[in-house]
């Protein structure tokens, strides 16, 4: 079975669908088999492959019809892995609302994912920037999150939360807990980030990833343009980096 990762922060502009896109896609490249989800209504993951145009069905279409076979698009191959994506649009908001009222609604991800298990060594899960019925679904489904966080007093906060709502989610999931927390964005020019980067690694300690995401105006160009980083010209420096975190997930429980 696919080990099952929700990349996760309650606060928005963290970096999380950039790390999706982006982990994903360098753990395919070491011959993994992906799939990557995107539970957010925003859609964001899914621009960032450029693939609007071959959408039929959605993640919620999923959600709501227990007998549809999950949708899948693949987006890129390689000689041993693969990447393949389950899309998202503004449809997924209300999806979460009629699943509002239905039996079994935090378990209906879960559901879904189970079928497709076998399929993939690992499943990404991009979350919404909420605790919502989505997020939540999200979190029962998987046994691992990864928490992009900036290195802002603010940021966290939102960590802070999380922790928080992954303490009440384990009453449905018990095997759910942090892999890893990953800083994002990151800045060290700046005094405060220099600090916080330093609270997070003395309170947290080896959870904190030892590869660090610098700010990088590629990884925006290549969402914009529907790549990941290391397919835009200027990018592979920030490849390399999605590359070694590749390597730290892999080797973590």
């Known amino acids: 079975m696919a080990r099952i990762i929700a990349i996760a922060n309650q606060k928005g502009g963290v970096g999380k669908t950039a790390t999706t896109v982006n982990l994903g896609t360098a753990l395919s490249r070491l011959g993994r088999r992906i799939l990557i989800v995107d539970m957010d209504p925003q859609g964001n993951l899914t621009a960032s492959f450029g693939v609007q145009d071959r959408i039929e069905k959605t993640m919620a279409d999923a959600l709501l019809d227990r007998n549809m076979p999950m949708p899948t698009l693949l987006t890129e191959a390689t000689l041993q892995g693969c990447l393949e994506l389950v899309p998202a649009n503004a449809e997924l908001a209300a999806a979460e609302s009629s699943l509002s009222n239905k039996l079994g609604r935090e378990f209906r991800l879960r559901d879904v994912l189970a079928v497709a298990g076998e ?20 979190l029962v489904a998987a046994t691992r999150v990864i928490v992009p966080t900036e290195a802002r007093f603010f940021s966290l906060q939102g960590l802070q939360g999380l922790e928080n709502t992954i303490a009440d989610v384990q009453y449905l999931n018990p095997n759910l807990r942090i892999m890893g927390i990953l800083l994002s964005k990151l800045d060290r020019r700046l005094k405060e980030e220099q600090t916080v980067s330093s609270y997070l690694r003395e309170k947290w300690g080896e959870l904190v990833f030892s590869t660090e995401i610098g700010t990088n105006s590629k990884i925006l160009e290549a969402a914009s343009s529907g790549l990941a980083v290391g397919d835009v010209p200027g990018g592979a420096k920030a490849a390399e980096l999605y590359g070694e975190l590749a390597q730290e997930v892999l080797a973590r429980d």
């Open 119 to 138: 399929r993939y060594d690992m499943i990404l899960i991009d979350t919404p920037p909420s605790l919502g019925l989505l997020t939540v679904n999200s």
